[in-house]
């Protein structure tokens, strides 16, 4: 049986808040330093392998993330692949902040409800899904690269294990790791959250919405 091989990786580290805990704007930030280094270690642990596509959300941090992973492919950008878009955190009320974040991937997620009280899940998906159908119709690659985002890959998984529109919150994405799957007549989902820095993932046991919450200050 013929497979196809998808590397599906989310963008390396980045800072969403300033030290005083001001928000900067998602679509702008770029690489830390540790980003920098972690996207490398992807590079070196995906050394060797021939992308016949290297496709990104378009946003400068999963362009610059797919630059350093696989240098010899220009990135292609698929918009409808960019990250869920949060609302404005000024705007949910003091009381719910905490559930907004630390509730945001939990458990099955409903469609109607909104990440940081922006973008509701059953929009995400309107996206996301058909992008990922139309890359799985181009029968030109064997091999694919994606560097996208912990929600759409989020997303993506729960299609390649349920084989339906779902969105299960509990595949947790470290910066830069790595997602491997194999599409044939079903999906084969080989390995997930490989994060090539830290196999172990010995670095802590936050989740990254737990993390934004801690770096948050209203």
């Not at 590397?7 to 900067?24: C, E, N, Q, S, T």
């Not at 559930?99 to 059953?122: S, Y």
């Not at 595949?171 to 490989?194: S, Y």
């Amino acid at each position: 049986m013929s497979r196809r091989r998808l590397y599906l990786m989310r963008h390396a580290d980045v800072a969403y808040f300033d030290p005083d805990g001001k928000p900067m704007r998602p679509q702008d930030v770029p690489l830390t330093p540790a980003g920098i280094e972690q996207a490398r270690a992807a590079a070196g642990a995906l050394a060797g392998i021939r992308f016949d596509r290297v496709v990104t959300s378009g946003l400068p941090r999963a362009v610059e993330t797919a630059r350093l992973v696989a240098p010899g492919v220009e990135p292609e950008s698929l918009p409808e692949l960019r990250e869920l878009e949060p609302g404005r955190l000024s705007e949910i009320p003091a009381g719910e902040l905490e559930e907004a974040f630390l509730g945001a991937f939990r458990g099955a997620v409903p469609e109607d409800r909104t990440f940081l009280g922006g973008e509701a899940i059953g929009s995400f998906l309107d996206r996301v899904l058909p992008a990922l159908e139309g890359l799985v119709a181009d029968e030109s690659w064997d091999i694919l690269l994606a560097v996208l985002h912990g929600a759409v890959n989020r997303a993506i998984l729960s299609y390649a294990l349920t084989g339906e529109r779902s969105f299960l919150g509990g595949f947790e994405q470290a910066p830069g790791c790595i997602n491997i799957l194999d599409i044939g007549e079903t999906w084969i989902v080989r390995a997930v959250n490989v994060a090539p820095y830290d196999l172990a993932h010995l670095s802590g046991r936050q989740t990254t919405m737990e993390r934004l919450y801690s770096q948050y200050r209203p």
